[in-house]
T-cell receptor
Framework: DSGVTQTPKHLITATGQRVTLRCSPR?????VYWYQQSLDQGLQFLIQ???????AKGNILERFSAQQFPDLHSELNLSSLELGDSALYFC?????????????FGPGTRLTVL | SQQGEEDPQALSIQEGENATMNCSYK?????LQWYRQNSGRGLVHLIL?????REKHSGRLRVTLDTSKKSSSLLITASRAADTASYFC???????????FGKGTLLTVNP
């Protein structure tokens, strides 16, 4: 158990809908990272927050947004969902701001868009 | 793309044998990390090697790093069926805060 929690574990929804994925980092970790894993694209970095502020952006679509709250939990919002958004979404956390340390991954949320 | 590449894409061995996976990357790095993922589960950090290190050990794991060739290898000795998983290398470099993951090697250890 990494100490990172993600809810829900599974999410099934329809095209055009909006969903929110939630992540609680390990106690004391200030950075939260979001990744998307699909068969064709592999593991893609989406976005990082550090202590409530956006720190780095990756291959995140404009239909997707995220935020980190004062209690350090984070939410990833996916809107106008398309079939191709079906994937595993992982959250990870680390104590510091960058990639100097290991990242601790949550169990993921499996999103299925029908 | 800055994405790294693992080689081979898939590896099948017998229990007790050693497994070697390779990783190449394209940019300068601060460190390179190896992660393991059981099917459909979260990634688990295995080992981190810094750019000024050449070799690192952790239990049955041995990682080497050759920055001149922009490559790394992960050796798992005396493999067990429980080592069956996908293994990913990820690198972090420069002012880029993100980790860039390779596509992974699927290791199958047959009992």
């Amino acid at each position: 158990d990494s100490g990172v929690t993600q809810t829900p574990k599974h999410l099934i929804t329809a095209t055009g809908q909006r969903v929110t994925l939630r992540c609680s980092p390990r106690s004391g970790d200030l950075s939260v990272y979001w990744y998307q894993q699909s068969l064709d694209q592999g593991l893609q970095f989406l976005i990082q927050y550090y202590n409530g502020e956006e720190r780095a952006k990756g291959n995140i679509l404009e239909r997707f947004s995220a935020q980190q709250f004062p209690d350090l939990h984070s939410e990833l919002n996916l809107s106008s969902l398309e079939l191709g958004d079906s994937a595993l979404y992982f959250c990870a956390s680390s104590p510091g701001t960058g990639g100097h340390n290991e990242q601790f991954f949550g169990p993921g949320t499996r999103l299925t868009v029908l | 793309s800055q994405q790294g590449e693992e080689d081979p894409q898939a590896l099948s061995i017998q229990e007790g044998e050693n497994a070697t996976m390779n990783c190449s990357y394209k940019t300068s790095i601060n460190n390179l990390q190896w992660y393991r993922q059981n099917s459909g589960r979260g990634l688990v950090h295995l080992i981190l090697i810094r750019s000024n290190e050449r070799e690192k050990h952790s239990g049955r794991l041995r990682v080497t790093l050759d920055t001149s060739k922009k490559s790394s290898s992960l050796l798992i000795t005396a493999s067990r069926a429980a080592d069956t998983a996908s293994y990913f290398c990820a690198h972090h470099g420069g002012s880029n805060y993100k980790l860039t993951f390779g596509k992974g090697t699927l290791l199958t250890v047959n009992p």
